[in-house]
């Protein structure tokens, strides 16, 4: 599998983030009882649907550090910034973060935005070049991740930023801190996952 790397820079303007554009979606509900494999085979469904730390994940399928490439962090005010719903309920004025996970070796992985009261960002993310679980790991801060929503689309970006075509699956949830909704966070996988997890769909 190869993959072709176009330059970080351009690929983000700070006015924007990558989301999918839809071919399908689902909710809470198929979150909860897991799609079927021929849609979704079970090592993705472990992935996307489950609560642990996909950049520990991550690390453990590659058997390399997980590094990250911060490339966005914009204030957005009171924007909700076409962001997934659940944005309504991280307090305003709020932060936008945008980075890509990538093994230390310098293959991308996943593509990640979140979004965070900008108040309290810099408490939660003491060293910006760490990933999310890393920081918060580090302050050994206990946390519930939500899984709210599936995605599965296309975006001319991230084949860019990839190097792989298109479709991704992405989801996005709520991290929540002692019963508050801390941030909302949109994930979205490269197929170069396909050397470790083998093909997304499983065939009858």
């Not at 909700?80 to 004025?93: C, G, S, V, Y």
């Not at 890509?100 to 310098?106: M, Y």
Request: glycine share 6%; no cysteine; proline share 7%.
């Amino acid at each position: 599998m190869t993959a072709t790397f176009n330059r970080l820079d351009s690929l983000t303007k700070p006015n924007t983030w990558h989301a999918l554009t839809p071919l399908w979606e689902g909710d809470e509900k198929d979150v909860q009882r897991g799609l079927p494999h021929t849609q979704l085979a079970p090592a993705w469904q472990i992935l996307l649907l489950g609560d642990g730390s996909p950049t520990r994940h991550l690390q453990l399928l590659t058997g390399e550090p997980i590094e990250v490439d911060v490339i966005d962090m914009s204030l957005i005010g009171m924007d909700t910034d076409n962001a997934p719903a659940p944005i309504q309920l991280i307090p305003e004025p709020r932060l936008r973060r945008q980075v890509w996970l990538r093994k230390a070796s310098g293959q991308r992985l996943a593509y990640a935005t979140s979004w965070w009261e900008a108040s309290h960002v810099d408490e939660y993310l003491q060293n910006k070049s760490l990933p999310i679980w890393a920081n918060l790991a580090s302050l050994r801060t206990e946390l519930y991740r939500d899984v709210q929503g599936l995605h599965y689309g296309y975006s001319a970006a991230l084949e860019a930023g990839f190097g792989f075509k298109g479709p991704f699956w992405g989801r996005h949830y709520l991290f929540w801190h002692n019963k508050k909704p801390l941030t909302v966070i949109y994930e979205v996988f490269s197929p170069y996952l396909t050397k470790y997890l083998g093909p997304t769909q499983k065939q009858e």
